[in-house]
């Protein structure tokens, strides 16, 4: 049966280094970027409410059909709040959760001297302490309650937490309910 990871976390948390990496040690799996979605789907996007609640059960819906034609998918989005990741587990039979938990400091950190990749916007840290809506800065990030893996990426090598989804993931049993 295929499988759906989702790869969530704050913004610079490290979901596109991680699900690049993924994907390259598993070459099956077709990447959902919620960056790249969102640039096709809304080209001016607002970030309101309604505009990530219709993104995020989209990107839900699009790997759920995947799915159901036989591939796996790696969702790389914050997904910031848990009712969009729940959609995913109640929909979605063989769904994972991998939690990337770093420090709001680090991530601004990180994203600051992030190049352009994967379509992700730039300079969201200080955009989000201008006022735009931002996970984590001025919009909620409810982390997850019970993730599959949880990854402390400020202090976990790239190498080291990819094997750390393989062996929960590729390795293991069943999802949990």
Request: charged share 35%; hydrophobic share 30%; proline share 8%.
């Amino acid at each position: 049966m295929a499988k759906t990871i989702w790869i969530t976390g704050l913004p610079g948390s490290g979901k596109s280094t991680i699900s690049e990496e993924l994907k390259k040690r598993h070459p099956e799996f077709y990447v959902l970027r919620m960056d790249e979605y969102r640039r096709f789907a809304t080209p001016e996007p607002t970030y309101s409410d309604e505009e990530r609640e219709i993104a995020y059960r989209s990107i839900v819906y699009i790997a759920k059909l995947l799915n159901e034609f036989g591939h796996d998918v790696i969702i790389d989005a914050t997904g910031n709040m848990r009712r969009w990741r729940e959609l995913a587990r109640k929909t979605i039979p063989e769904y994972y959760e991998v939690y990337l938990k770093c420090s709001p400091e680090e991530c601004a950190l990180r994203e600051a001297k992030r190049r352009k990749r994967f379509g992700a916007p730039s300079n969201i840290y200080l955009k989000g302490k201008a006022g735009w809506p931002v996970p984590g800065v001025n919009v909620p990030y409810e982390e997850p309650l019970n993730p599959e893996v949880v990854i402390e990426t400020d202090r976990t090598p790239l190498d080291r937490a990819v094997d750390m989804i393989e062996e929960r993931i590729f390795r293991s049993q069943p999802p949990c309910d």
